[in-house]
């Protein structure tokens, strides 16, 4: 699926005498991840695996990871004060954690399995994913304070893209041979499909308040439409 943006990149590289700065204004870019901050004044954009920083007004865009490491998937805590991505590290995909305010970062999970697509639970103490431990890709969820681990659900095919609403409803998304399903998980446990179809789902985000679901259905190899399901009266 191709995204645009337009924003403008300041780097600094590195030269054998001196440190030159760079410009470039770039108007395109493919697969791209964007996270909102909470309060709506910055963006967090993936771009050639690397996270930067703009404000929504647009201006200069600051990089939040060095550009040799492969990052992923960025989602705002709900206070806006950290964010969390996949990083690749040695072959495999971990959750990592940034602290906004200071650039720290910090692992998450350092596994030999794949841990993708994270995004924060409604009270931002933990983070929700998906893995593949199990051999297959399930829902997990991991506190930020002593890392503890639950398995959230457990069902034939591949889960992936959990997006948490404000009542801490997850949407996500469930492919299963030929079939691609828009799921809801919700608090008490019960899982439910509420759409369906041949052609692959991804990415499923709430609107703010709940009741509405956005998606991305892939129609054709080359071709991704926006959707969106309302599931209650705006």
Known sequence: MSRYLALLLGC???????????????RQGTNLSVAIAPDGAALIVELLGQLW?????????????????????PRYSPDGERVVYQRLVDGHWDLWL?????????????????????????????VVYAGNRTGHYCLWMITLEGSVE??????????????????????????RGTESALRMLGRNGAGS??????????????????????????DTPQSNRLRMLLLAEP
């Open 12 to 26: 600094v590289c590195s030269l054998p005498l001196a440190a030159e700065e760079r410009i470039a204004n770039l």
């Open 53 to 73: 920083t703009l404000p929504v007004a647009g201006g200069g865009a600051t990089a939040l990871t060095p550009p040799g490491e492969r990052v992923r998937h």
């Open 150 to 175: 639950t398995q959230l659900t457990e069902e034939d095919g591949d889960a992936a893209f959990p997006n948490v609403s404000e009542l801490g409803v997850i949407a996500y998304v469930l492919d």
């Open 98 to 126: 940034l602290d906004v305010a200071t650039g720290t970062q910090r692992a998450l999970t350092a596994t030999p399995y794949d841990e993708r697509e994270p995004d924060f639970t409604a009270d931002g103490g933990a």
């Open 193 to 218: 499909t509420v759409h369906s179809g041949t052609h692959r789902l991804t990415a499923p985000t709430w609107r703010p308040g709940g009741g509405v679901i956005i998606f991305g259905e892939q």
